[in-house]
């Protein structure tokens, strides 16, 4: 079984609707990582959250710690938000990430 | 924000010879640095870690005379990939660690394609 567990794998969605992505993870945990990946393979970081709520944008991401899991919402979406997203996670006593498989989406116009 | 950059973006190179990765960090110091690799239509896993000044650590399962690593100043890892096989052909990314105010922040370079014959 996968440390990081992402759901749905792929999504596709027509403009202007709200997008949520789910991550859920097994391990205890010191940060974590949501990432944009897009079709050239460079990797943008959009959050790293230990706890709560950050927003950036349209884009909010949430953590539950006690639950071991992680969303990320993407309000009025938009062709260009079309890519991979990914959750990634640092496990305690660690420095690298370990990646869930990614979601794929496609925002239609 | 950061940069992190990678050099070269591209390569193809005939199985047996060597490639050299570049992963530079542009405006800020790292200590760390990470490389992972990503197979078509897979997670990135991480390969190793580089520490500036000491040996890198590998993951398990990856071969460390194989995949050579040098963290030879606080902006600059390399990573050469030894005799390469067309099954290291992959695409691969390096993060560089940047520390500020207490917090580890992972920047991510764009990534290098390797393609081997």
């Known amino acids: 079984k996968n440390e990081v567990e992402q759901s749905p794998q792929n999504l596709t969605a027509q403009e202007g609707e709200f997008i949520t992505i789910n991550c859920s993870y097994s391990?205890?945990?010191?940060?974590l990582h949501w990432l944009q990946q897009h079709p050239g393979g460079g990797i943008v970081s959009l959050f790293m959250l230990s706890s709560g709520k950050k927003k950036h944008g349209r884009l909010i991401a949430t953590i539950n710690i006690q639950e071991k899991h992680s969303s990320l919402h993407i309000t009025a979406s938009h062709p260009r938000d079309s890519a991979v997203y990914i959750c990634a996670v640092r496990l305690k006593g660690a420095d690298g990430l370990t990646f869930g498989k990614g979601t794929h989406l496609i925002i239609q116009p | 924000g950061a940069v992190v950059s990678q050099h070269p973006s591209w390569v193809i190179c005939k199985s047996g010879t060597s490639v050299k990765i570049e992963c530079r960090s542009l405006d800020f110091q790292a200590t760390t640095m990470f490389w992972y690799r990503q197979f078509p239509k897979q997670s990135l896993m991480l390969m190793a870690t580089s520490n500036e000044g000491s040996k890198a650590t590998y993951e398990q399962g990856v071969e460390k005379d194989k995949f050579l690593i040098n963290h030879a100043s606080l902006t600059l890892s390399t990573l050469t990939v030894t005799s390469a096989h067309p099954e290291d052909s992959s695409f691969y990314i390096c993060?560089?660690?940047?520390?500020?105010?207490?917090?580890?922040?992972?920047?991510f370079g764009p990534g290098t394609r390797l393609t081997v014959l």
């Open positions: 391990v205890g945990i010191s940060a």
């Open positions: 993060s560089a660690n940047k520390r500020d105010l207490g917090t580890d922040t992972q920047y």
